[in-house]
């Protein structure tokens, strides 16, 4: 079971930036690694836990949500196994909880965009921007 701690959330006003970090540690069950995706969610209160971005980590191929295209940045650091999300140009809007979740197995975009596909979450980090 892969155990995943999210940090780096806060306060920042409109305009700033802001980058969170997910370490993973633990054994990977039954594949390497380097088979599994990450994924950064967020869940603003009242609403759905709605997707953000993923990484491959074999290979860094990503997928952003329309809503943080051109403005967040998910990467990896395979030595820390460690995925980063630079967030530039947050906006009010951006105010969430944010969790990174891991999935044993790449799939598709749309399959990799679903909250219940993922199989292990951090505890979430708190980002608050402000107009």
């Known amino acids: 079971q892969v155990q995943l701690v999210e940090s780096g959330g806060g306060l920042a006003q409109a305009g700033a930036s802001l980058s969170l970090s997910c370490a993973a540690s633990?054994?990977?069950?039954?594949?390497?690694?380097?088979?599994?995706?990450i994924g950064w969610f967020r869940q603003a209160p009242g609403k759905e836990r709605e997707f953000v971005a993923n990484i491959r980590w074999r290979d860094g191929t990503t997928d952003y949500a329309n809503s943080v295209k051109g403005r967040f940045r998910i990467s990896r650091d395979n030595a820390k196994k460690t995925v980063y999300l630079q967030m530039n140009g947050l906006k009010p809007e951006d105010t969430a909880v944010y969790y990174c979740?891991?999935?044993?197995?790449?799939?598709?975009?749309?399959?990799?965009?679903?909250?219940?596909?993922?199989?292990?979450w951090g505890q979430g980090t708190q980002v608050t921007v402000s107009s």
């Open positions: 979740a891991s999935r044993e197995a790449w799939g598709s975009n749309s399959t990799m965009a679903i909250a219940t596909n993922y199989d292990s």
């Open positions: 633990g054994r990977a069950s039954g594949r390497t690694f380097s088979s599994y995706g």
